[in-house]
């Protein structure tokens, strides 16, 4: 990385850029904390090469699919389905928000915390 400088009256200042923020959700973020907190080393190279909004990008994409397929075949597994929201929502509701947990806890341990 080359840096580069203006004048501005007597003194010469570096131009910098800001680099543009991460377009992550939950997971990314999840993960930029779990690297900062626990594999500081590995944050900081990714943050200095480059690296780390791309890996974040991606560790939330990739969750963001594998929730979704993991609780699509987590309910045809438990017999949830569209005919159960319209018999009984509350039961409905109870099965589907077990769903998400259990997924959304695959989901952290696989792609997030690892």
């Known amino acids: ?3 580069t400088y203006h004048k501005e009256g007597e003194y010469y200042l570096p131009d910098l850029i800001v680099p543009e923020a ?3 959700g939950k997971y990314g ?3 930029r904390k779990f690297l900062r907190e626990n594999r500081n080393g590995t944050y900081t190279a990714m943050l200095l090469t480059g690296k780390l ?3 974040l ?3 939330d994409r990739q969750a963001n699919e594998m929730m979704e397929t993991l609780t699509a ?3 045809k597994q438990e017999g949830v389905s569209e005919s159960l929201k319209a018999e009984n929502q509350m039961r ?3 099965l589907m928000n077990n ?3 259990a997924a959304e806890e695959i989901v952290l341990t696989e792609l997030v915390y690892r």
């Open 29 to 31: 973020m999840l993960r």
């Open 73 to 75: 075949q987590m309910a």
């Open 53 to 55: 909004n791309p890996h």
């Open 92 to 94: 409905w509701v109870g």
């Open 1 to 3: 990385m080359e840096l």
């Open 99 to 101: 769903i998400r947990a």
């Open 57 to 59: 990008e991606e560790i």
């Open 22 to 24: 991460p377009k992550t």
